[in-house]
């Protein structure tokens, strides 16, 4: 089903093409999704699913206990059309949420998912001003807002507007900032603290890196 949607649209994604596309019979795949509407939310939910263990791995990978920003860092550019499975996800996201505005089981199944991911994000937001990372002063909803809208990138990546490095570039940009000599970081975050700021995450705190969330299984 990624593939039909991939190269051919949503429009495509019926049982019959996408058995077609698998190599086996229509029947076979009716005897696991009576409908078309069961095998698109199973199919999403995969996706989801996938995209959760990347951001594990990646998680996995950094310090114990984590940066939140580098948490963040990892999240947020997962949800971006960066290599070829986040591209395969993003298109099928794209297409479950065409879908969802004209099918009320689907949106409400779209919705319950966004929320939760969501959710995730504004957990470590709130977690990071409470341990300091983060300025009190911010609301963590709007900072989780302002962080959700560097993946509405997708769009201008998918159309080739900007190049996926442009967009990666923009997400790794206060770690490269912080690894300049110990003199710059200083000047930085001193410069920081008396000018304005476009976000909570202070570069004298928070290094970088970050998408999505866990979502539950589809054998539910």
């Known amino acids: 089903m990624w593939r039909v949607v991939e190269q051919r649209g949503i429009a495509h994604a019926s049982v019959r093409e996408v058995a ?3 190599g ?3 029947g076979a795949v009716q005897h696991y ?3 078309r509407e069961e095998m698109l939310v199973f199919a999403m939910d995969f996706a ?3 995209t959760s263990l990347r951001v594990a791995e990646g998680v996995g990978e950094l310090g114990n206990p ?3 920003r580098d948490m963040l860092r990892v999240m947020l550019t997962e949800m971006l059309p960066l290599h070829p499975d986040a591209r ?6 794209a297409a479950y949420v065409l879908e969802a505005l004209h099918n009320a089981n689907i949106h409400t199944h779209a919705r319950d998912g966004l929320t939760h991911g969501r959710d995730l994000i504004e957990q470590i937001v709130r977690q990071a001003i409470t341990d300091g990372h983060i300025s009190p002063d911010r609301d963590p909803a709007t900072e989780t807002n302002l962080l959700l809208t560097l993946t509405g990138l997708t769009p201008l990546i998918e159309l080739s507007v900007i190049e996926p490095q442009e967009a990666a570039g923009g997400a790794h940009l206060h770690h490269r900032c912080q690894s300049s000599s ?5 000047a930085s975050a001193s410069a920081s603290a008396s000018g304005p700021r476009s976000s909570g995450l202070r570069a004298s705190k928070l290094p970088p890196r970050p998408s999505p969330r ?3 299984s589809p054998g539910r």
């Open 33 to 35: 999704f009576a409908t």
């Open 88 to 93: 395969a996800t993003s298109r099928m996201s």
């Open 214 to 216: 866990a979502r539950r």
């Open 66 to 68: 984590p940066h939140p």
């Open 182 to 186: 110990s003199a710059s970081a200083s």
């Open 24 to 26: 086996i019979s229509h």
């Open 20 to 22: 077609q596309e698998a």
């Open 48 to 50: 989801s699913e996938q």
